[in-house]
């Protein structure tokens, strides 16, 4: 089967060709770590780890690299005084470096407790200052990019002149760009408003600051990007993606940069994954119309009526395709965790399932296999993935009320398959696995203080061990073994 792929590029699916076949390079577009990631962006994140491990799984060889943005930049208005570093730490009174430290360990915290892979590669762009310059100063070289007053911009309409096309991934026409640009920053710096940054001058006030050869400064927001997907997968590669909301003026300049540095186009595939809204309103910092991932699995928010467990979350985001807006409430959360519970039952229930050699059955689980990976592979569409899982659910429902029968290769096939496709590639978790083994491990820690207790004769201590787990229903029994315990 064919991978096929959306490509905002072409607004077109196409078959996927990799570079060198069997590899895929794919960069992300990581976070700007100033606060808290708000579960918008978890969503972009859970996107992409989707897509990563459907790769992995399809076969491929996947060397995935996403960045985290810690240098001081530019805010989608220019204005350098509204650099959200230099905000936060001004609040906090921390180091620039300390919120960039404690951000980027809320953010792994964030994407684990959801169960996302790490990538392979996690480079920062204060990391790459130095290849940030270089980029630069060659941009300069080949007269793409002018210096300004201490800053370098590049040059859009020289761009233009030379047969390129800015505006080509966000359709944007360039005359209609500039009559519509105000020119916030660098004014009277640039040549055309529609110019961005590649270096900025660092006034006084501003705390992170490098030397270059045109003066202390710091790199622009765009340029990190193209260093770093250079520098880890080369001039041109196959996967890059991001929020949508990234296509313009991010990737777009991504684009540019890339073309006038090599003189090839950076990207084969670009990738753009949907909007979470919340109450039908996107959400964002800016506006307030945000929770923290944590308050959602806490319960502690004014949104939601109850708690849910991050694997509840992660399969809700996953029953829309990651280009369809995905509007989170209440009732969208209570629907995914039933229909999570469902799936789950299913799991286990087709584990007590015994085959039937004899009689023929009215479910073909070849077909059904097909079906999933055609949808897995037909622009990485999990919401019709998994409507086929829930078709297999409903059969092993059947299965277990003796109204249907399986053969022995294909119980094995659909226990694999059903397994791959949840576990691996879905990247769900088994709640109710978790919580038993916690809770095994915890009972083993209280069994061993009881023990402690009873050795140094605390037996208040050690009946009242028992006796309250008791009153929790939970019985210990000492045997010749040991300590074991019945749950009733
Ligand atoms: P930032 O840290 O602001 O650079 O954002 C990190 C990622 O989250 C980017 O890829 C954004 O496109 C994405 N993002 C921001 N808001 C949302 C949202 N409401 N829904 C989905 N993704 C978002
Ligand atoms: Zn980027």
Not at 266 to 284: E, F, G, I, K
Request: charged share 25%; glycine share 6%.
């Amino acid at each position: 089967m064919q991978l096929k792929i959306y490509n905002s590029l072409t607004a077109e699916k196409e078959i996927f060709k990799p570079i060198l076949e069997g590899n895929v390079g794919m960069y992300v577009c990581g976070p700007t770590v100033y606060s808290n990631v708000h579960l918008g962006n978890v969503r972009t994140f859970l996107s992409f780890d989707f897509i990563y491990r459907t790769l992995m799984h399809l076969g491929y060889k996947v060397r995935y690299v996403r960045n985290i943005t810690d240098a001081g930049h530019l805010t989608d208005d220019g204005n350098v005084d509204n650099d959200r570093f230099v905000k936060q730490t001004r609040l906090e009174k921390l180091e620039p470096m300390e919120i960039v430290q404690k951000y980027t360990v809320d953010f792994h915290k964030v994407l684990d407790m959801f169960n996302l892979l790490p990538p392979n590669i996690e480079p920062t762009a204060t990391g790459h200052i130095v290849e940030q310059i270089e980029l630069t100063q060659k941009l300069i070289d080949t007269g793409f990019a002018y210096e300004s007053n201490g800053s370098v911009y590049f040059d859009v309409l020289e761009y233009n002149k030379r047969g390129l096309n800015y505006g080509e991934l966000s359709k944007r026409n360039i005359e209609e760009l500039f009559a519509n640009t105000r020119d916030l920053d660098g004014q009277g710096e640039k040549k055309n408003p529609q110019d961005f940054a590649l270096w900025k001058k660092a006034s006084p006030a501003h705390i992170m600051r490098w030397n270059s050869p045109w003066g202390e400064g710091f790199p622009g927001w765009h340029l990190e990007c193209t260093a770093m997907s250079t520098k880890y997968l080369g001039e041109t590669f196959d996967i890059h993606g991001g929020g949508m909301d990234l296509k313009f003026p991010h990737h777009e300049c991504e684009i540019a940069q890339g073309k006038a540095c090599n003189g090839a186009a950076p990207v084969h595939y670009w990738m753009h994954a949907n909007m979470l809204t919340m109450n039908s309103q996107r959400m964002s910092k800016s506006t307030g119309n945000y929770i923290l991932p944590m308050q959602l699995v806490t319960g502690d928010n004014d949104f939601f009526e109850k708690s849910f467990h991050p694997s509840i979350v992660r399969f809700c985001f996953l029953q829309a395709h990651y280009r369809s807006v995905l509007d989170i409430s209440n009732d969208a959360m209570i629907a995914s965790e039933k229909g999570f519970i469902r799936l789950m039952e299913a799991v286990k229930v087709l584990n007590s399932v015994t085959p039937d050699d004899q009689k023929p059955s009215g479910f073909s689980v070849q077909e059904w296999k097909d079906k999933c990976y055609e949808a897995l592979t037909d622009d990485f569409n999990s919401p019709i993935l998994i409507a086929h899982l829930f078709e297999a659910v409903k059969y092993i429902f059947a299965l277990n009320d003796g109204k249907e029968t399986i053969s022995t290769h294909d119980l094995e096939d659909l226990r694999s398959t059903l397994n791959a496709l949840i576990f691996d590639v879905l990247g769900l978790q088994n709640v109710e696995e978790n919580n038993n083994e916690k809770l095994d491990q915890t009972l083993k820690v209280l069994i061993e203080l009881r023990n402690q207790a009873r050795k140094s004769k605390n037996f208040e201590l050690s009946d009242q061990i028992r006796d309250k787990l008791l009153a929790e229903g939970i019985e210990l029994k000492d045997g010749r073994d040991g300590t074991s315990y019945v749950l009733n």
